[in-house]
């Protein structure tokens, strides 16, 4: 019992020292000052303005939502449908095919000029519709991949109420304006992170440009190259929608998407979400570090490290990460070396509330 309660005190009182930030005290403040960066980092965030009729800002890694308006509202997605579009294509084609074109493809127009004798390859047809975002190859696209362009249709508006959104209907492959064509910027957000956990489209819509189908193509998305960290994904513009935007940004283990629906100024508005994102949270990776400090002494004498076989990465802002603080405490009084059994835990308190929680074990040397 006295080998175990020591190990619970040394190791609570290492958990301040060693594991978490420092913590002040009411005689702290007598002889500190706190210096201007500090006190910012203590501010909440403020909400971001921007012009758009709908807006959403969620964490990529959590789902979480960080700002919201009329998210789930019905408006014209314009573009941003392609993004379903491509996601079909992946799913039902290969990619290696080679697609005839009809005339009846090039009714909508097509902005990279592309013509019924050419006869490209699923995936340079997807730059083509990602990148400058051809409604023709979205055409093309549908004809392809389900034999005519209304059983796509049918494939489309299943595949979104398969997933479990509800704000959604497509009556078109690109997105031009229709009646009964609609989407929300939360359905938009689900999109963008489903089209995002392809390792090809997620490559596609992070590409400024890209020579496909003997064309070198420019991404429409402005963010790329001037945003830092852009890595997609989508824009949309028609009369009815106004400016559209899915766009993402990876910065570390930090990653945020944010959608505009309706924006008279969509990169500045989308510029507004993400810097609210980058500048006012954080991903926090939480665990327990190897040191000499984190170890105990078993019941022969021999010190043993202490070890977690689990990690966690925890949103939160960054006025908070200064009050994260850590715990450890041994729950077996006879420790004999290294055990699949666990030993005891470690918690993470956000103030009084546990943000992670991981079994403690005994490691070997």
């Known amino acids: ?83 379903v579009t491509a996601l079909l294509a992946v799913e039902g084609a290969n990619l290696g095919d080679r697609v005839g074109i009809l005339p009846s493809d090039l009714s909508v127009g097509s902005v990279m000029g592309i013509s019924a004798t050419e006869e490209p390859t699923l995936r340079e047809l997807l730059y083509g519709l990602l990148l ?24 489309m508006n299943s595949w979104v109420a398969g997933i479990g959104l509800s704000d959604t209907h497509f009556c078109n492959p690109h997105g031009l304006d229709e009646a009964n064509h609609y989407s929300s910027a939360h359905d938009l957000a689900a999109i963008g992170l489903r089209l995002l956990e392809n390792p090809l489209l997620a490559e596609i819509v992070s590409t400024r440009e890209q020579w496909a189908a003997s064309r070198l193509l420019e991404s429409t998305n402005e963010l790329l190259g001037s945003y830092p960290g852009t890595t997609g ?11 559209c935007l899915v766009a993402s940004a990876r910065r570390g283990e930090s990653w945020a998407l944010a959608v505009v629906l309706g924006s008279r100024d969509r990169y500045g508005d989308a510029r507004a979400l993400l810097d609210h994102y980058f500048g006012g949270y954080q991903q926090v990776s939480l665990g327990l570090e190897p040191s000499p ?73």
């Open 1 to 83: 019992m006295r080998h175990h309660l020591a190990a619970v005190i040394i190791l609570l009182s290492l958990s301040n020292l060693a594991f978490g930030p420092a913590v002040l005290t009411e005689s702290d403040f007598a002889r500190c000052r706190v210096a201007p960066h500090q006190s910012e980092l203590l501010t909440p965030p403020t909400s971001p303005e921007i012009t758009a009729r709908a807006g959403l800002l969620v964490d990529g890694a959590s789902g979480t939502t960080l700002f919201a308006r009329n998210e789930r509202e019905r408006l014209p997605p314009a573009s941003t449908t392609k993004m």
């Open 132 to 155: 400058v975002s051809d409604n023709a190859v979205a055409e093309i696209i549908a004809r392809h991949v389900a034999g005519s362009r209304e059983s796509f249709m049918v494939a």
């Open 233 to 243: 994904v989508k824009t949309g513009t028609t009369d009815a929608a106004g400016q």
């Open 293 to 365: 400090l984190a170890r105990i002494r078993d019941s022969e004498g021999v010190w043993r490290p202490l070890v977690t076989r689990d990690s966690a990465r925890v949103l939160m802002a960054r006025w908070q990460a200064a009050y994260l603080r850590s715990f450890l405490r041994i729950e077996v009084e006879d420790i004999t070396g290294a055990s699949d059994e666990p030993v005891g835990r470690m918690w993470y308190l956000l103030f009084d509330r546990t943000v992670a929680e991981f079994p403690l074990y005994v490691g070997a040397y």
